[in-house]
């Protein structure tokens, strides 16, 4: 189990060895965050994706970083649920986003990931229900990632994870 980490700033800027994105199944970069990846890592990340693509929700694929800097060495594209109200099997989906993450995060022997509030821009799920399927999907998964860091760009989003990961370490 990792053990997690909750800062504020951009997830461009993490020191880690790989960083999640919050991608559309098309791999070609979308808008948000993944925007903010694409522009950071190159052209050459929307070619290494499309040739993966089309991705599922609740799954995940790695790319090398391409022009990241150090130490990051992977970028892990995950495509999160639309929130359609929450009947349509939203949390299955962005629990399974996470597990993958960190499924795929172990076949590259990634020790420290970064990742996003997936689904919470765009795609429009509910901040505090997506910051409590995170971090008790993080905390329970058996992985070979000894830290992950949430990265919340965004103060609501930053007392929302803080508050997930005090109220899941006691109880
Ligand atoms: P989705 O389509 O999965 O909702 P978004 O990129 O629209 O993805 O939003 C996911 C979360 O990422 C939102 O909370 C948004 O505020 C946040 N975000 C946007 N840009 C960055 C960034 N550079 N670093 C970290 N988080 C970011």
Redesign the pocket.
């Known amino acids: 189990m990792p053990v997690l980490e909750v800062v504020l ?5 993490q020191r880690v060895d790989a960083i999640v ?4 199944e098309s791999l070609l970069g ?8 694409h522009a950071a890592a190159g052209p050459r990340l929307a070619e290494a994706g499309s040739a993966l693509a089309p991705l599922d929700p609740g799954d995940a694929v790695a790319t090398p970083a391409f022009r990241l800097d150090p130490p990051v060495r992977h970028v892990i594209h995950t ?2 649920p ?1 929130w359609e109200g929450g009947g349509y099997d939203e949390a299955a989906v962005l629990a399974s986003c996470y597990r993958r993450c960190l499924a795929v995060a172990d076949t590259l022997g990634v020790r420290s990931l970064a990742v ?10 509910p ?1 505090a229900e997506a910051a409590r399927i995170a971090v008790s999907t993080l905390r329970t998964t058996r992985t070979g990632v000894a830290v992950v860091r949430l ?4 103060q609501g ?1 930053l007392e929302l994870l803080r508050s997930e990961l005090l109220a899941q370490e006691v109880s």
């Open positions: 700033g951009d997830l461009v800027a994105t919050a991608a559309n979308g808008g948000g965050v993944d925007r903010a990846v495509v999160g639309v996003p509030a997936i689904s919470t821009g765009v795609y429009g799920y901040p990265v919340a760009f965004d989003n």
